[in-house]
């Protein structure tokens, strides 16, 4: 075992303490010691954190895909990399060695090769969770290509825009992907955005639902004819530390979404350090993390962390209740797995299940447990502890963001005590601080405040892909020379950190980060509205449900049940149907300040069912528009 993977608490506080007095030391022997470089580095770390700048191993050179997939070949060529569950139970799982991954990446690099793609150019994969998406990823990493993964179940128009803003060449997708009972019809979607988008030459269409698609002469191939031949031998792209490795979006509280961008060794860096320490992961064991390869999850913790570890991980292309609700448990047993990661979310919607069907699976495998996402509440910590992990497993609260690249504040499975709903301490390297609203810094052990990093750590974004001052704006203004992560946090006596939730206009629903702003502006596209607000409120299984509130023109005349119904629609076309409002709510008048600000303060609380102690609302602009919102909102059910 390595010397930088705690065995105990006391190896953590070493090595914390390490990582504090003098990370670059800390992270440049790691670094030297773990993976396989083509050059060495002239500098560990250049970080100026006001522009912000940031460079890590530059100098360096390497490719993460020979540290993911050749490296191992040696001792673990038959070992599986990847273990695939199809969405079916009919099909047969997939074991996927690294051999084999070799081999499929290398043709499939070679495929993109063979379209014209180079280092360099944005690669818009837009694809079900098959292994198909993994060879995908690995592929463009293989040539230099900047990944852009597209989780599958966003609408055409956000596609296009993703496309278009890292103005992509290529897209990589399939006829359709299965989900339970349904088939997505990925390419009419991929054909409907395209509509939109002038940068793409070519889209690769793999087969996987035999769904009926049109394929556009001159553009479009299908991926078993255009791979048909590939050799199985790429070398791989050397790349600079700090090239570019992907782009992933996430939303923002304002405007589009916000392209992050990881470069090739910092990222790596980290993956590999949090995935080994959080996890434990010890060789043999079988190791699932039921996210999608769409989100940043499935990026650092499907694929990049446990591969770059040698490690076998499935990947599950279905969804938890299908062909019933304990297909979880029935997927643990089936491989045998050690290592269960989800999302709050989820485990509160199996938890209302049948418990019966959950004991029904044999679940001793499991060793450690995780979650991330979103603040566990005590009633899910305590049943995945208690049914799950049937009280031998710890749970690992993972805290962490896109930007971040990697976890930042969890236990390390079985060395650190773990609380309930708590994330616990900040892994080697990240000095975690919390910033009151004057701009201070907490500083009694015991406090709450806005939870800010104050140094560089590896897997931190380097910028938003062509805007760069949004991202200082974001990231670096509020508390100058800090990260601002946009959560609140609460500290407790021993330095435990508790997440609180966000402290801005991003609300979290069944795990998914979305932008309330990007809401609005597809609800204030219905010709009867004027002006709309969108806020979150607390749902027992998704976490936080979305409410908007929405005023209609003087002269509209509208059927509220087909007006509803558009709206949602429009928000499903727009954004994506994760995000469509769970309740809808036609005012007269929205309450605003007398400069004309929204008081969204105000309509958090009535959406979440308080019905007073809204403050001094008579300096607002029209104060009566509160009773008002509040009368209707008690005679109203929600949407869906
Ligand atoms: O609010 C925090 C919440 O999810 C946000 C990041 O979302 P995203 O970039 O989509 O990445 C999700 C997967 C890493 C954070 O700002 N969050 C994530 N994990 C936790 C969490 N909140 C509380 N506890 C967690 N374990």
């Given at each position: 075992m390595s010397s930088y993977i705690a065995s105990d608490f006391h190896h953590y506080r070493q090595l914390y303490k390490q990582s504090i007095e003098d990370p670059e030391t800390f992270w440049g022997d790691f670094a030297s010691s773990e993976f396989t470089w083509h050059k060495p580095w002239d500098s560990v770390l250049d970080a100026d954190l006001d522009k912000p700048d940031i460079s890590w191993f530059s100098g360096a050179t390497l490719n993460i895909t020979e540290n993911c997939i050749d490296r191992h070949?040696?001792?673990?060529?038959?070992?599986?990399?990847i273990l695939f569950e199809p969405n079916s139970i009919e099909e047969q799982a997939q074991h996927i060695s690294y051999r084999q991954l070799a081999t499929e990446v290398n043709k499939t690099a070679n495929m993109l090769l063979s379209l014209g793609v180079k280092k360099g150019d944005r690669v818009c994969i837009y694809m079900p969770m098959v292994p198909e998406l993994a060879y995908a990823v690995l592929a463009c990493a293989r040539i230099g290509a900047v990944h852009s993964v597209v989780f599958a179940g966003f609408s055409s128009k956000s596609l296009a825009d993703r496309i278009n803003d890292a103005s992509c060449n290529v897209v990589l997708t399939a006829d359709g992907g299965f989900r339970g009972t349904k088939v997505t019809q990925l390419k009419s979607i991929v054909d409907d955005a395209l509509t939109q988008?002038?940068?793409?030459n070519n889209v690769v269409v793999l087969q996987r639902t035999n769904s009926k698609v049109t394929m556009q002469e001159d553009r479009d191939v299908w991926w078993h004819e255009a791979i048909d031949g590939q050799s199985d031998v790429c070398p791989a792209e050397e790349m600079d530390a700090e090239d570019m490795l992907f782009i992933l979006y996430t939303s923002g509280s304002t405007g589009k979404p916000k392209g992050m961008v990881h470069t090739c060794a910092g990222y790596m860096v980290y993956a590999n350090f949090t995935f080994r320490n959080v996890f434990q992961y010890k060789p043999g064991d079988v190791y699932w993390c039921t996210a999608d390869i769409g989100w940043i999850t499935g990026h650092s913790y499907i694929l990049y962390g446990p591969l770059s570890a040698g490690a076998t991980t499935v990947m599950f292309e279905g969804i938890p209740s299908y062909p019933d609700t304990n297909r979880f448990w029935q997927v643990v047993e089936k491989h045998q797995v050690n290592i269960f990661y989800t999302a709050p979310t989820a485990i509160r919607s199996l938890a209302l299940c049948d418990i019966s069907l959950v004991n029904q699976s044999d679940l001793s495998s499991l060793k450690t447990l995780g979650t991330v996402g979103e603040p566990i509440n005590l009633e899910a910590w305590d049943w995945y502890n208690l049914h799950i992990g049937k009280e031998q497993c710890p749970i690992v609260d993972t805290w962490w963001q896109t930007e971040t690249g990697g976890i930042m504040i969890s236990p390390l499975s079985g060395i650190t005590k773990t609380i309930p709903t708590f994330a616990t301490l900040p892994l080697p390297g990240i000095q975690p601080c919390l910033m009151n609203e004057d701009g201070n810094e907490v500083l009694e052990m015991e406090g709450e405040g806005r939870l800010c990093i104050r140094h560089a750590w590896p897997g931190m974004a380097r910028t938003i892909y062509g805007d760069h001052q949004r991202f200082k704006d974001t990231y670096y203004t509020t508390f100058p020379g800090k990260y601002f992560t946009g959560d609140g946090a609460k500290r407790d006596k021993e330095g435990n950190y508790r997440i609180t939730g966000r402290v801005d206009d991003v609300v979290i629903v069944s795990g998914h980060n979305l932008g309330t702003a990007e809401i609005e502006n597809a609800i204030n596209q219905h010709q009867s509205v004027v002006e709309s607000a969108v806020v979150g409120y607390p749902h027992d299984i998704k976490g936080n449900a979305i409410c908007a509130f929405v005023t209609l023109s003087p002269d509209a005349v509208v059927d509220q049940d087909d007006f509803r119904s558009e709206l949602l629609d429009l928000v499903a076309s727009m954004v994506g149907p994760i995000s469509k409002p769970e309740r809808i709510q036609i005012c007269t008048g929205l309450p605003k300040t007398r400069s004309g600000k929204i008081m969204r303060r105000i309509l958090r609380k009535i959406a979440a069912g308080?019905?007073?102690?809204?403050?001094?609302?008579?300096?607002?602009?029209?104060?009566?528009s509160v009773n008002e919102i509040l009368q209707v909102a008690g005679q109203q059910s929600p949407t869906r």
């Open positions: 070949l040696n001792d673990k060529g038959d070992q599986t990399a988008c002038t940068s793409v308080e019905t007073a102690n809204f403050g001094d609302i008579s300096t607002l602009l029209n104060p009566e």
